[in-house]
């Protein structure tokens, strides 16, 4: 089973931007299609991105389209989130996911523990 380990959370003011790494071990990160998913208090587990084992496509919540841009590098084991213009609605604790192409959190078998970002407002 992947070890999956999120990193580049903060605190960021609204407008600004963030870069979530998240690096794989224990299998190749080529074996999976990868998603961000995110949690805010009292709310459920939400879909953001997923990025197919090649990269070669990509999905996005209509809410982050245009503003965040998930990548991959399989060499390096690692996926990324770039998010730009964050809003504070964008705040939650930021986690990413390998299993197969989809935004259902139950497609996905393996989880990282998560990172928080904070948007100030």
């Known amino acids: 089973q992947v070890r999956l380990v999120e990193s580049g959370g903060g605190l960021v003011q609204a407008g600004g931007s963030l870069r979530l790494s998240c690096a794989a071990s224990g299998r190749a990160l080529s074996s999976y299609a990868m998603g961000w998913f995110r949690q805010a208090p009292g709310k459920e587990r939400e879909f953001v991105a997923t990025?197919?084992?090649?990269?070669?496509?990509?999905n996005y919540a209509d809410s982050v389209k245009g503003r965040f841009t998930i990548s991959r590098d399989n060499a390096k084991n690692t996926v990324y989130l770039q998010m730009n213009s964050l809003k504070a609605e964008d705040t939650a604790v930021y986690f990413c996911?390998?299993?197969?192409?989809?935004?259902?959190?139950?497609?996905?078998?393996?989880w990282g523990r998560g990172t928080q970002v904070t948007v100030s407002s």
């Open positions: 990025i197919s084992r090649s990269a070669g496509t990509k």
């Open positions: 996911a390998a299993g197969v192409f989809s935004s259902r959190p139950n497609d996905f078998g393996s």
